[in-house]
């Protein structure tokens, strides 16, 4: 099955700064790579996805970029805020098949 | 548009018991997918569900179960409770397929004691 690993475990920036998580993916067929938000106690919530058509997608402060030879794929956080503050999870889906979700990142941003 | 919604918020079992988890997927969602998170971990993938047949399974015992109703909405059943069953149980809906974005509901805190 597919083997999704997601790095760092925890980063930490200043206010204002740039944040990048990195993840790797095993199976080749993958074709959808969300990325989710869960604030403490709550709830993943989808900030944004890539299909394996496109290799960078942007949305405001957020991106993700994909490199389908090298089988991964990262986001790319800008002028970070303390409401960034979050756990951070990839996933990696191809049809027929469930999501594989990357283990974390703990995102700390500090003012 | 409601989101998808799962109840109870918490429930408190003891060891040997069974628990009952219940989510409402967005309206127009036809696949209800089922995680486990315990504490400071992952989300691990239980089951999935769509348009009332299990589709695939996690590496989970058989003492979880579940199913999925003709409206949709879905059922997760934990028995025998262990203590390390204890943890955040998210339910997530999507349109159709496995490559189609899931959405999340906020999850039932299960505490096993």
């Known amino acids: 099955g597919e083997n999704v690993e997601q790095h760092p475990s925890t980063l930490s920036v200043q206010e204002g700064d740039s944040a990048v998580i990195k993840c790797t993916y095993s199976d080749s067929a993958s074709n959808y790579f969300p990325w989710y938000k869960q604030e403490l106690g709550k709830g993943p919530q989808l900030i944004i996805d890539i299909r394996s058509n496109v290799g960078e997608k942007k949305d405001q402060r957020i991106a993700v970029t994909l490199n389908k030879t090298a089988k991964h794929f990262s986001l790319h956080i800008t002028e970070t805020q303390p409401e960034d503050s979050a756990v951070y999870f990839c996933a990696a889906s191809k049809s027929g098949n469930q999501f594989y979700f990357g283990t974390g990142t703990s995102l700390t941003v500090i003012p | 548009e409601a989101g998808v919604t799962q109840s109870p918020t918490h429930l408190i079992k003891t060891r040997g018991q069974q628990a009952t988890l219940r989510c409402s997927p967005i309206s127009g969602h036809t696949s209800v997918y089922w995680y486990q998170q315990a504490l400071g971990l992952g989300l691990q993938f239980l089951l999935w569900y769509d348009e009332g047949e299990e589709r695939n399974r996690g590496n989970f015992p058989p003492r979880f179960s579940g199913r999925q109703f003709p409206n949709y909405s879905s059922e997760l059943n934990v028995n025998a409770l262990e203590l390390e069953d204890s943890a955040l149980y998210l339910c997530?809906?999507?349109?159709?397929?496995?490559?189609?974005?899931?959405?999340f509901g906020p999850g039932t805190r299960l505490t096993v004691l």
């Open positions: 997530a809906s999507s349109w159709k397929t496995s490559t189609d974005t899931q959405y």
